[in-house]
C-alpha cells in the first residue's frame, strides 16, 4: 500500500472535534459523572503543590494552557486521555477531587509564586479569610480550556494509541506507570490482576530490586515483560523496534484476549517463581563467574528473559527435576562464556532473540 493510501485510510479512522469550554461547564460535567477523570490514574502522576499552584496561576493570568484530550464512550461520558493532571489539580483546588475510593480528597492550599506572591496559603474557600473572593471565583470558572474530543466512531484503539504518545518521551510517568494507565483505561481490572501477580511474594524475592525500581513500578514491568514474552517465538522477537511500545501494545492484547484464561495464568506465575526462588532465592537473575563458581552483582534483565520465561514454558518438566535448576542456570552463563555471546548495547530486536535462545535450548524439554 502505498503512503498515501496509508495516510487517508488512517486519517478515517480518527474523528475529532475541537471545543472551548468554561471551567464552570467542566466542573459540572465532572459532578454530574459525565467525565471520566480515571481518579486511579492518580497514584502513577506526581506533580508538587508548586506545579500545582502555577497551574491555577496560569488560569488566572490567562496564560495559555495545552489542549485536554478526551475520548467520547458509547455511553456519551468523556474519558480523559490526556489532562488528568491539570484537571485533577483544578478539582482538588475547589474542593471536590474524589479518589479512586470515592473519597474527597484535601483541598489544595496554593504557594507562592514569582508573579503572584499573594497566593500563598490561598484556598478556595474558607472561614479564615485566606479564600478565593467571589470576584476572583467567578473569573477563574469563567476561564476556558480547549478540549480535543475523540468522537465515538473512531477506531477503538485511537485513545490508547492518543494516551501513548502524549503521556511518553517528556512525560514524567515511566513506561511502566504509562502501560498501568493503558491497562486500567481497557478494563481495570486487568490491572489489578497485572499488579497481584507482581505481588507475589515468591516473585519479589527472586527478583531482588531495589526501592527505587519498586517506587518505578518495575515489578509490574517484569510481570509484563514475563507474560506478554512467553508467547512468542524467538526469532518472531527480532522485528521490534521499540521495545516499550511492542509491550504497550502487547500486554492490552493479552488481557482482551477472548481465550484468556486467568486462573491458568495465574498459576503458572505462581509455580515457576516459587520454584525459582526454592532453587535459588535472590540468585536466580543474577552474573554467574565461572571461575569462582558464584553468582554476584544484582539483577539483570537478561538473566531474567533466558531463565524465567523457559522453565515457565517448560514449568511441568522442571518441577520434576528441581534439583537440578542451579546446574541449568550456571550452564546458559557457560554457554555465553564458551561462545562468547554478548548482548551489550543491542537494542531489544537484537538481544531478546539471543536471551530466549539460549534459554531454551538449556531449560527445553530434554526428552
Known amino acids: 500500500m502505498a503512503l498515501q493510501d496509508e495516510i487517508e485510510l488512517k486519517s478515517k479512522e480518527i ?46 493570568l490567562n496564560i495559555p494552557i495545552p489542549s485536554i484530550f478526551v475520548a467520547q464512550r458509547p455511553d456519551g461520558i468523556w474519558d480523559v486521555v490526556d489532562g488528568l493532571q ?6 482538588e483546588f475547589l474542593g471536590i477531587l474524589k479518589n479512586e475510593n470515592n473519597e474527597l480528597v484535601a483541598p489544595l492550599k496554593l504557594e507562592k509564586t514569582n508573579l503572584l506572591p499573594s497566593l500563598e496559603n490561598k484556598v478556595w474557600s474558607s472561614d479564615n479569610g485566606d479564600e478565593f473572593t467571589d470576584v476572583q471565583q467567578r473569573y477563574f470558572k469563567r476561564s476556558r480550556l480547549n478540549f480535543v474530543i475523540i468522537q465515538k466512531e473512531s477506531d477503538s484503539s485511537s485513545k490508547y494509541e492518543l494516551f501513548q504518545r502524549l503521556n511518553t518521551g517528556g512525560s514524567s510517568l515511566t513506561p511502566q506507570e ?45 510481570t509484563t515483560r514475563y507474560l506478554v514474552l512467553k508467547g512468542f517465538e524467538p526469532d518472531e522477537l527480532s522485528s521490534i523496534s521499540d521495545l516499550s511500545t511492542f509491550l504497550d501494545d502487547e500486554i492490552v492484547k493479552f488481557f482482551e484476549n477472548d481465550n484468556l484464561h486467568w486462573d491458568a495464568v495465574t498459576d503458572n506465575f505462581r509455580r515457576t517463581f516459587n520454584l525459582i526462588d526454592d532453587s535459588m532465592g535472590s540468585d536466580a537473575f543474577k552474573k554467574y563467574s565461572i571461575e569462582k563458581d558464584s553468582f554476584y552483582g544484582g539483577f539483570i534483565v537478561s538473566a531474567f528473559e533466558m531463565i524465567a520465561i523457559n522453565i515457565g514454558n517448560n514449568l511441568d518438566y522442571w518441577e520434576e ?27 531489544a530486536s537484537g538481544r531478546l532473540p539471543k536471551t530466549i535462545s539460549v534459554g531454551r535450548e538449556i531449560f527445553g524439554n530434554e526428552s
Open 178 to 222: 504509562v502501560r498501568n494507565c493503558l491497562l486500567i483505561m481497557s478494563e481495570e481490572d486487568n490491572f489489578e490482576k497485572l499488579k497481584s501477580l507482581s505481588e507475589e511474594e515468591s516473585f519479589l524475592n527472586s527478583i531482588n530490586i531495589s526501592d527505587k525500581n519498586l517506587d518505578e513500578q518495575y515489578d509490574k514491568e517484569l
Open 86 to 91: 491539570r484537571l485533577s489539580t483544578i478539582f
Open 321 to 347: 527435576r528441581s534439583e537440578r535448576i542451579e546446574g541449568k542456570i550456571k550452564e546458559c552463563w557457560q554457554k555465553i562464556s564458551d561462545e562468547n555471546i554478548s548482548w551489550k548495547g543491542y537494542s
Open 15 to 60: 474523528h475529532t472535534e475541537n471545543l472551548s469550554m468554561s471551567l464552570g461547564e467542566i466542573i459540572s460535567m465532572y459532578e454530574q459523572g459525565d467525565l471520566d477523570i480515571h481518579p486511579e490514574f492518580q497514584r502513577f502522576y506526581r506533580w508538587s503543590d508548586q506545579q500545582k499552584t502555577k497551574l491555577i496561576e496560569s488560569i488566572l
